[in-house]
Nanobody
């Protein structure tokens, strides 16, 4: 396992943008597929986006497709989530996750390392 720390959350208004970062430490990020998940109050954790170890492929949930962009910089062991056109339903705690070579990257059970989460609140 590796250690993951998310930053960049905050409170914004509807339509605003935020960029989340996830710092991986303990091993090189080149070894890991990574993803973002979120959990809203009273709801189960859900998939947001995922990216392969080299950034060669990405995957998004339908609810964020076209608004969010996942990316990574392995030289700095960082992963990002650019969130645009935020909606109130995007309000949640956002978690980054990592694992070596996941097959179904939308399943949280595929990941064995998790960050502590960062709160995103979107209000009108």
């Amino acid at each position: 396992q590796v250690q993951l720390v998310e930053t960049g959350g905050g409170s914004v208004q509807t339509g605003a943008s935020l960029k989340l970062s996830c710092k991986l430490s303990g091993r090189t990020s080149w070894l890991y597929d990574m993803g973002w998940f979120r959990q809203a109050p009273g709801k189960e954790r859900e998939f947001v986006a995922a990216i392969t170890w080299n950034g060669g492929a990405t995957n998004y949930s339908d609810s964020v497709k076209g608004r969010f962009t996942i990316s990574r910089d392995n030289r700095q062991d960082l992963m990002f989530l650019q969130m645009n056109s935020l909606k109130s339903e995007d309000t949640a705690v956002y978690y980054c996750a990592a694992a070596q070579r996941v097959s179904q990257n939308y399943r949280d059970s595929e990941y064995d390392s998790w960050g502590q989460g960062t709160q995103v609140t979107v209000s009108s």
